[in-house]
């Protein structure tokens, strides 16, 4: 794992609480749409890369799904979700990790869901190692949301620079392994009264 990585983001966790961190809402609406669009099935494994403390695997409890894994660096954060859930936390897969460097099970995931993670990937070989992460333990024909600062967003977040794309450029980072069957944009509203452009896409995992 990255050190100095782990480093911000437990200092990021340990120091603000969660609604006054630019990324907050109470719910991930726009990847909740996405997801309930696909009409999985309540056993398809599930991991959301960099959840946090986020509310998406209390609302993916809520709608049945019962193999679902969060993965973050911040062991603070994972902490204080697995606390929030409180009983249901027991059948969560919490996963201390750097996404590019995690070991995953191979062809396991039927959906990857990252809301903020890939745009801090600056460098090329981090990228490179992200998607063969993904291409490596999805299924064939599974899918993955990914979403980032649109290309009208922010040049940095908590303090790091990052990349900002649009829907054809994000989805070509994941090429040839998955195609985009989808695209969207958002307008998130921060905690502190402004706006943060997304960009989302809707990946499939090609079957070869």
């Known amino acids: 794992m990255n050190e100095a990585r782990r480093e911000h983001w437990e200092s990021v966790y340990t120091t603000k609480p969660e609604d006054q961190t630019s990324w907050f809402r109470p719910h991930l609406d726009e990847s909740l749409r996405l997801i309930d669009g696909l009409g999985l099935p309540s056993g398809t494994p599930v991991i959301d890369v960099g959840g946090g403390r986020a509310t998406l695997v209390d609302d993916l409890l809520s709608r049945g799904f019962i193999d679902v894994t969060?993965?973050?660096?911040?062991?603070?954060?994972?902490?204080?979700?697995?606390?929030?859930?409180?009983?249901?936390?027991?059948?969560v897969h919490w996963m201390t990790a750097d996404i590019t460097r995690a070991e995953l099970l191979p062809a396991h995931y039927g959906l990857w869901h990252d809301r903020a993670v890939f745009h801090f990937l600056t460098e090329s070989v981090d990228r490179a190692r992200y998607v063969a992460n993904a291409a490596g333990s999805i299924q064939p024909?599974?899918?993955?949301?990914?979403?980032?600062?649109?290309?009208?967003?922010?040049?940095?977040?908590?303090?790091?620079?990052?990349?900002?794309?649009?829907a054809a450029t994000l989805a070509s980072e994941f090429e040839p392994a998955f195609e985009r069957i989808a695209d969207s944009r958002e307008r998130h509203p921060t905690p502190f009264g402004s706006e943060q452009p997304f960009t989302y896409v809707l990946l499939r995992r090609r079957r070869y």
């Open 70 to 91: 969060v993965l973050d660096m911040s062991q603070a954060a994972l902490d204080e979700a697995a606390h929030r859930l409180s009983a249901a936390g027991e059948f």
């Open 141 to 166: 024909g599974g899918h993955a949301i990914v979403a980032t600062f649109a290309e009208d967003g922010p040049e940095r977040c908590s303090g790091l620079p990052v990349r900002r794309y649009d």
